[in-house]
């Protein structure tokens, strides 16, 4: 059944009128009256919708269950990505969605090849638009939040002392993941950053460290970084307990 997110405002009551979809639902999906749907909030609930009339511009569905959506981890990761080249910040953006990031912030660290935190409208939209699919395709209750690109020393201002905060860093010797996150529940989240193609700086990983931040290694392979973003996210609710079927 094909998933669409959708403003608060398009359910009312029983009944769901979806605009922005429209075009997708008629013409490309080419889904008719009396076909299902989910309808998902962005509020963690999803709704089993039959379509009572599908026209141009506008699709109104009756809305048969409304259920938890299923995919929402309960850990809430937020993955602190330093700027990539374009098509490989994207897969990142996809991919992490997939596998239950909460938030994403890109950031401008020492080694970025992006120098800037100024950013066009409409690439934030399409990083949005990367999401949203994403989420729609995996399942997921809640679009992942996305932040504006922020420098380094702005983004380890949110390092917070009860928030477990771990960096990637293969050269720091760091701990393995389950020892970074053993005795802890996950309740508050975990703050995760990943370096640039040409890692972070000695000193970007100790300014981490000085603010609470763990250094963690993935093992003795060095991986590209989108690699270990994915990777990081997946072991770090795996051992968290969120992977369970
Ligand atoms: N020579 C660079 C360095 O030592 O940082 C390699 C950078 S690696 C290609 C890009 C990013 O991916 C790193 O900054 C780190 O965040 C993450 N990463 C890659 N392999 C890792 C590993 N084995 N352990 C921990 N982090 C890793």
New binding site residues.
């Given amino acids: 059944m094909h998933r669409f997110f959708v403003r608060p405002e398009a359910i009312g009551g029983d009944e769901v009128v979806l605009q922005k979809q429209a075009h997708q639902i008629r013409d490309v999906l080419r889904l008719k009256a009396g076909e299902h749907i989910v309808v998902l909030d962005d509020e963690g609930f999803e709704y089993e919708t039959d379509l009572t009339a599908v026209s141009r511009g506008e699709v109104k569905g009756k809305i048969v269950e409304k259920r938890e959506a299923s995919g929402e981890p309960d850990v809430q990761i937020t993955l602190y990505q330093?700027m990539l080249a374009r098509e490989k910040f994207e897969w990142v953006l996809q991919k992490c969605t997939e596998v239950g990031v909460t938030r994403f912030v890109p950031v401008i660290s020492t080694?970025t090849l992006m120098r800037s935190c100024g950013i066009k409208a409409n690439k934030l939209a399409r990083w949005r638009r990367i999401i949203q699919e994403a989420a729609e395709q995996s399942h997921r209750g809640k679009l992942p939040d996305l932040s504006p690109p922020t420098a380094f020393d702005k983004a380890i201002d949110d390092i917070e002392g009860s928030k477990r905060s771990l960096?990637?860093?293969?050269?720091?010797g760091?701990e393995n993941l389950r020892d970074c996150l053993k005795g802890y529940d996950g309740s508050r989240g975990v703050a995760l950053?990943?370096?640039?193609?040409?890692?972070?700086t000695k000193e970007e990983v100790q300014r981490c460290a000085e603010r609470g931040a763990v250094?963690?290694?993935?093992?003795?392979?060095?991986?590209?970084?989108?690699?270990?973003?994915v990777m990081?996210s997946g072991l770090i609710l795996y051992e968290l307990g969120e992977l369970e079927g």
């Fill in positions: 330093s080694r960096i990637a860093s293969p050269e720091a760091g950053f990943v370096g640039p193609e040409g890692g972070f250094a963690f290694s993935l093992g003795k392979r060095i991986l590209r970084t989108e690699t270990a973003a990081a």
